[in-house]
């Protein structure tokens, strides 16, 4: 098992990144090979202040060390101090068609109605992502469910450069997507998903959030006037409940049907003070352990240069291969 993923390391990281994959990323580094880095590369494809994208990159490294990851057992690094990233995308760009890209929700969704003005990178985006799990060989992929089309189109990306050079270069990569915390929906509105990008703060619970911060969101957070029911059925139409009822379940380790046996009756006047209060239990310490870290900029800095070296050194026969079976004398 070779595990590979990515964040981009704009914003905060938030409780949707932190339950929908962050958590899985610290669990399979103790069952597998892994591989986690700050997709930086990917951040340029929107308008980014190089100062922030610069700070943001170790405060996310920072983030993600104080979540559990521990750089001892999974290599952790950010894209642009592997070149390899770029230089497969550019080889893959032969292979990804105009087609399938044009189908990609992201770019839809972020590029709006402003798409002769949107970057060549945000359209190329999904085939940098490609690039980084087939760099490495990777065979499982964890990430939230919004990252599932791009693991769709790695895969097909894949596969059709396996055909076109009747070789079989690179692996066919699988998304794991864990279940309760799939889609972490944004505080104030149950269709949205929870996000960076989202411009209310109220939107979202950030791994920087103190506890008073944490508790008047969910205070404040979009619900409904009924009790919680017995089952998940009773949820179907209640996307707000639903969220929170996942977030609990998420932070608790425990089932959504558990959840609901313990507060089946209850109103959100109870539900929202235990949810806060298991909230802040699970993120002060990780606060705590970020705040601690984030301004030692050379112990950052290290570990990512440490882990870009054994990253490199993982991609290189294989950036190799797809150089020579595209039948390019590149010198590997
Ligand atoms: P990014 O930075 O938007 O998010 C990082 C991870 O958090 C997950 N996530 C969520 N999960 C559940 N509910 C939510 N509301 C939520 N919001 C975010 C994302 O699914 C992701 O797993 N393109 C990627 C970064 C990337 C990558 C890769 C991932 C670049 N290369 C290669 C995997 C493999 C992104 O922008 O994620």
Same mark, same amino acid.
């Given at each position: 098992m070779r595990v590979v993923s990515g964040i981009q390391p704009t914003g905060n990281l938030h409780l949707g990144n932190y339950l929908g994959a962050i958590v899985n990323w610290v669990k399979m580094q103790d069952e597998g090979e892994c591989l986690f880095f700050l997709a930086d590369l990917h951040a340029i494809s929107m308008p980014i202040d190089p100062a922030e994208l610069s700070a943001g990159t170790r405060e996310m490294t920072a983030a993600l060390i104080a979540s559990g990851i521990d750089p001892d057992k999974a290599l952790l690094f950010n894209?642009?101090?592997?070149p390899a990233h770029a230089e497969l995308q550019w080889l893959l760009n032969g292979t990804a068609r105009m087609g399938w890209l044009n189908r990609m929700t992201q770019f839809k969704d972020k590029s709006g109605k402003n798409r002769e003005g949107a970057s060549i990178a945000l359209f190329a985006y999904p085939v940098l992502q490609a690039a980084d799990v087939l760099l490495y060989n990777a065979t499982h992929v964890p990430v939230g469910e919004d990252q599932k089309q791009h693991l769709e189109l790695a895969r097909d990306i894949a596969e059709k450069f396996n055909t076109d050079t009747g070789t079989e270069t690179f692996v066919l990569p699988e998304p794991y997507i864990g279940e309760t915390a799939a889609r972490i929906m944004s505080l104030r509105d149950g269709s949205a998903k929870m996000s +960076? /990008? *989202?411009? /209310? *703060?109220? /939107?979202r619970i950030n791994l920087s959030d103190d506890a008073d911060a944490i508790a008047k969101k969910i205070r404040k957070a979009r619900t409904d006037p009924e009790p919680l029911p017995e089952t998940m059925d009773g949820l179907a139409e209640r996307p707000e409940a639903r969220n929170l009822v996942a977030i609990y379940a998420a932070l608790a380790e425990t089932s959504q049907q558990a959840v609901l046996d313990e507060?089946?009756? +209850?109103?959100f006047g109870d539900f929202k003070p235990a949810l806060a209060d298991l909230t802040v239990s699970v993120l002060a310490p990780v606060n705590e352990r970020f705040v601690a870290l984030k301004n030692d900029t050379s112990a950052l800095d290290a570990i990512l240069t440490r882990g870009a070296e054994k990253a490199a050194a993982v991609g290189a026969p294989i950036l190799a291969d797809a150089y020579r079976a595209l039948g390019l004398l590149s010198g590997r």
């Open positions: 894209q642009a101090r592997v +960076k /990008s *989202d411009p /209310s *703060d109220m /939107s507060f089946a009756g +209850k109103g």
